[in-house]
């Protein structure tokens, strides 16, 4: 049974900086990419980032490009996010979830963490 633990969600003021970790289990990630996804109340799923867990390309969406960067450490089975400059636009549950392929959409989905919220405000 795959399993995806996100953590590290929580409040940060405009301009601030998280980072969120997943740490998967019981999926061999060599065959996947792995990422994030994220949902703010009232609007649909957006596709933040992933990284392809064999050869390392990263993708990510227009909307946090040059703010977040995502990584991996093999060793721990484990996927970051690291967000800078949070604008309050980047409030909503960040989901880790798997692809089958390194694309940022919400039907290549292949399993969804239970999700970690980010809260950014003044």
């Known amino acids: 049974q795959v399993q995806l633990v996100e953590s590290g969600g929580g409040s940060a003021q405009p301009g601030g900086s998280l980072t969120l970790s997943c740490e998967a289990s019981g999926i061999t990630l060599e065959y996947y990419s792995i990422g994030w996804f994220r949902q703010a109340p009232g609007k649909e799923r957006e596709g933040i980032s992933c990284?392809?867990?064999?050869?390392?390309?990263?993708v990510y969406g227009d909307s946090v490009k040059g703010r977040f960067t995502i990584s991996r450490d093999i060793s721990k089975n484990t996927v970051y996010l690291q967000m800078n400059s949070l604008e309050p636009e980047d409030t909503a549950v960040y989901y880790c979830?798997?692809?089958?392929?390194?694309?940022?959409?919400?039907?290549?989905?292949?399993?969804w963490g239970q999700g970690t919220q980010v809260t950014v405000s003044a």
């Open positions: 979830v798997t692809l089958f392929t390194p694309v940022l959409r919400a039907n290549l989905v292949q399993d």
């Open positions: 990284i392809a867990w064999s050869e390392g390309k990263v």
